[in-house]
């Protein structure tokens, strides 16, 4: 039995190893849903509502996700990291020339909001949202049907955060674009979810104003 343990753990050190790192992701969401008003003055039970479906989304992936697609998450961890950081950064700077042209604008963000908004962008919406849509749906029924709903999700997400609980369409149409992008990228043998997780991250850092804290 030790040897059993001491096998698994040196995997879960090597890979990212699904089962160990969802279980750290519910852990973060199931906080922020309890602490979410001790983090950001602005927090209310649409928030937590919307943490709620976050943990049913990394919960669906741990079910439901095709073996195919959960193997992308027991790859070695160097190489993950290595994608996550590549399409992080590639991000970032297309961000930089989009603001440039005035296609996107980011809002300066508080000090105290800082790290709270990093961890919740980054290990509660990016990579739920990821998990659920290029993780379960699009290993089901594809990158069109993925992208149309991951649009939708948008549409309600953002107006329950920004717009007093009211749908926006506005945000359907540059979701479900970048749906699509995000979609063959999690079609990519090499790149997969974890390159996705590091678009989505960088992109909700940015429109957040995690970068303009610096």
């Not at 007093?164 to 992008?181: E, H, K, R, Y």
Request: aromatic content about 22%; some cysteine.
């Amino acid at each position: 039995m030790k040897n059993v343990i001491l096998n698994w753990s040196q995997g879960a050190y090597r890979n990212f190893s699904r089962v160990p790192f969802i279980f750290v992701l519910i852990l973060i969401e199931i906080y922020f849903f309890i602490n979410g008003s001790a983090h950001f003055p602005n927090w209310d039970s649409g928030y937590g509502n919307l943490i709620m479906i976050y943990i049913m989304m990394t919960l669906f992936f741990l079910v439901w996700a095709k073996r195919s697609t959960e193997r992308q998450m027991d790859r070695p961890f160097k190489d993950s990291i290595i994608w996550f950081v590549f399409f992080f950064i590639g991000t970032y700077i297309f961000m930089l020339f989009a603001s440039a042209l005035g296609l996107f604008s980011a809002p300066t963000l508080p000090e105290s909001l800082f790290w709270p908004t990093v961890i919740v962008q980054i290990c509660v919406v990016a990579t739920a949202e990821e998990l659920m849509f290029r993780g379960v749906i699009l290993s089901w029924f594809g990158i069109i049907i993925s992208a149309i709903l991951f649009a939708f999700w948008h549409g309600y997400a953002y107006g329950m955060v920004y717009y007093q609980g009211q749908f926006m369409w506005s945000s359907v149409a540059f979701a479900l674009v970048m749906g699509l992008i995000l979609g063959l990228i999690a079609k990519h043998p090499k790149w997969g979810i974890v390159a996705c997780i590091g678009v989505h991250s960088c992109y909700n850092c940015y429109i957040s104003g995690i970068f303009m804290s610096f």
